[in-house]
Structure formats: structure tokens, C-alpha cells
């Protein structure tokens, strides 16, 4: 399996790209919290209803103290694969861009009953969604200029 395909099936639930690896332990254990996460969460609910245009009632459906911890599951589940899809070590640094994401997400969740774009109230999941790009913009950078660091020591 590549990277790409781990990260776009973990992309697709949590776990997947491991049980693919053949690592059945830590796929279920990604697949199990994923659905306590989930189900905690009322993700499903609020996906559901802000794909609708019902942005506020998503904010009222979501437990906030729940969906909180989606964010560092979902892209450290999406590293781990990446990490292990291959039998050439990843990149130096490889984590960093997950890691911004989860932050950037994280920090998306914390702010979605408030930020508005154009007098739009973007919610539990635009948000946090949107805030992926601002991971990428930050970590990538980041990872890059590490790895030519490392790669430029003796």
C-alpha cells in the first residue's frame, strides 16, 4: 500500500489503512474509538446537519467535550498509516503536517459557534474542515525546513 492510499483510507475511517497492513490490533483499537468518539460526539448528527444549511441546530446536536478529541485520533491514525504503509522509513519530520493539523482542527472546533465568513456561520464541521489548510500551510513549511536541517549536518 502508498501513503497515499493509507492516508486516504484512514481518511475514510480510522483504522482501515492498518487492517490492511495486517496490524488488526491497533486497526480495531482505531476503530473502536473512532465509533466511542463518534457516538459520543453525535458526530453523525451534526454532519449530517450542517451538510443540511443547519449550522446552529449541529452546534446544539454536538458534544463539544467529545468532538474535541476526533481531531488528534483522526490525523494520528492517518500518520500511523502513513508512517507503516511503506517499507522505506517516512520522510524526516513526516509527522509534523498531522500533528499542525490536529492543532489547527482542534482550534477550528473551539471556535466554530463563532467564526462567520461573510456572515456565515461555518459550524462544527466547515470549520474545523477548512482549518486543515492552515495545518498543511504551517507544518509542511516547518517539516521542510527541518529536514534540510538534518540533512545538512554532518
Given at each position: ?18 487492517l ?28 449530517q446537519?450542517s ?25 494520528f ?14 520522510p524526516?519530520y ?33 470549520l ?27
Amino acid at each position: 500500500m502508498t501513503r497515499l492510499e493509507a492516508i486516504l483510507w484512514n481518511i475514510a475511517l480510522p483504522g482501515f489503512s492498518q487492517l490492511l497492513n495486517k496490524q488488526y490490533v491497533k486497526g480495531i483499537v482505531f476503530i473502536v474509538l473512532e465509533f466511542l468518539i463518534n457516538m459520543g460526539a453525535h458526530f453523525n448528527s451534526a454532519i449530517q446537519l450542517s451538510f443540511l444549511g443547519e449550522t446552529e441546530q449541529a452546534l446544539a446536536t454536538v458534544n463539544m467535550q467529545w468532538i474535541m478529541f476526533y481531531p488528534c485520533l483522526y490525523f494520528f491514525a492517518m500518520w500511523d498509516g502513513f508512517k507503516d504503509a511503506e517499507a522505506d522509513p517516512p520522510p524526516l519530520y513526516s509527522f509534523i503536517p498531522f500533528a499542525c493539523c490536529a492543532y489547527f482542527v482542534t482550534v477550528g472546533i473551539m471556535y466554530a459557534s463563532v467564526v462567520k465568513i461573510n456572515g456565515v456561520l461555518l459550524g462544527p464541521i466547515w470549520l474545523p474542515m477548512l482549518s486543515v489548510i492552515p495545518g498543511l500551510i504551517v507544518g509542511l513549511p516547518i517539516q521542510l525546513l527541518l529536514a534540510k536541517k538534518a540533512n545538512a549536518t554532518p
